[in-house]
C-alpha cells in the first residue's frame, strides 16, 4: 500500500532550537519524496525535493531507503518557519498524483 | 513560476444546486490537474485526475456523477459539484505539474471553501 506518515501532529520549539519533522512511506518501488510547506492564509508550496538534494530556508531532508524515512530538519530554527508541513511521495515518470501525509504544524515560539 | 489560479475562493451555496470550481494555469500548459479535498485539520485527499481532452480517473469511493470534472483546454480544468449537501462542505484544491518531469514538484492552486447550508 501507498502511504505517508507524519507521526507528529505539532511539533513546538522555541527560536533557535533544532527542528526534525519525521516522515516515513510506504511504497513498492522507487518513489520521488517531497516536503510542501502551507503559510497561515497562503497556498501549499514546495519546498523541497528529494532528487534535487538542496537545502531551502536552511531545510534538508534525505532519503532513507533502509528506513524509508525522508526526514525534515533545521538546524536552527525561526519563527518564520511557523507553518504546516506536508510530507508526500509520488511514483516516477509521467505525471504521478501526490500521496500526503497527515501534516505536521511547526510552531517556532520566540 | 508556474502559477495555478483557482475561483471562487469561498462560496456559499444552498442543498441542492450545483456549485463549479475552476483552476486556469496562467503561464504554463496543464495537460494533467489533480483536484483535491481537505477537511479541517485533515490531510489533502486526492479525488480524482483530469487530463486535458480525456476522461478523468477518480480515486475509490469518489462519486463520479456528483464530482464532474472537464479539462477542456490546456490552461482550464473545472470541478462542479453537483447537488451539493451540507457533507461535500470542504477545502477543494487543484493542483497541477509544475515542469516537465514530476520530480519538479506540483503547484497548487489557492483552493476553495465550500460551504453548503
Known amino acids: 500500500a501507498q502511504r505517508v506518515t507524519q507521526p507528529e501532529k505539532l511539533l513546538s520549539v522555541f527560536k533557535g532550537a533544532p527542528v526534525e519533522l519525521k516522515c516515513n512511506y510506504s511504497?513498492?518501488?522507487?518513489?520521488?519524496l517531497f516536503w510542501y510547506v502551507q503559510y497561515s492564509r497562503q497556498r501549499l508550496q514546495l519546498l523541497l525535493r528529494?532528487?534535487s538534494r538542496e537545502s531551502i530556508k536552511g531545510f534538508t531532508a534525505d532519503l532513507n531507503k533502509g528506513e524509508t524515512s525522508f526526514h525534515l530538519k533545521k538546524p536552527f530554527a525561526q519563527e518564520e518557519d511557523s507553518a504546516m508541513y506536508y510530507c508526500?511521495?509520488?511514483?516516477?515518470?509521467?505525471?504521478?498524483?501526490?500521496?500526503f501525509g497527515a501534516g505536521t504544524r511547526l510552531a517556532v515560539h520566540p | 513560476g508556474a502559477v495555478v489560479s483557482q475561483h471562487p475562493s469561498r462560496v456559499i451555496c444552498k442543498s441542492g444546486t450545483s456549485v463549479k470550481i475552476e483552476c486556469r494555469s496562467l503561464?504554463?500548459?496543464?495537460?494533467?490537474m489533480f483536484w483535491y479535498r481537505q477537511f479541517p485539520k485533515q490531510s489533502l485527499m486526492l479525488m480524482a485526475t483530469?487530463?486535458?481532452?480525456?476522461?478523468?480517473?477518480?480515486e475509490q469511493g469518489v462519486e463520479k456523477d456528483k464530482f464532474l470534472i472537464n479539462h477542456a483546454s490546456l490552461t482550464l480544468s473545472t470541478l462542479t459539484v453537483t447537488s451539493a449537501h451540507p457533507e461535500d462542505s470542504s477545502f477543494y484544491i487543484c493542483?497541477?505539474?509544475?515542469?516537465?518531469?514530476?520530480?519538479?514538484?506540483?503547484?497548487f492552486g489557492s483552493g476553495t471553501r465550500l460551504t453548503v447550508v
Open positions: 493542483s497541477a505539474p509544475a515542469g516537465q518531469l514530476a520530480n519538479y514538484g506540483y503547484t
Open positions: 511504497y513498492s518501488g522507487s518513489p520521488e
Open positions: 528529494h532528487i
Open positions: 508526500a511521495l509520488s511514483g516516477t515518470g509521467g505525471y504521478n498524483k501526490l500521496i
Open positions: 503561464d504554463f500548459q496543464a495537460t494533467t
Open positions: 483530469s487530463n486535458e481532452g480525456s476522461k478523468a480517473t477518480y
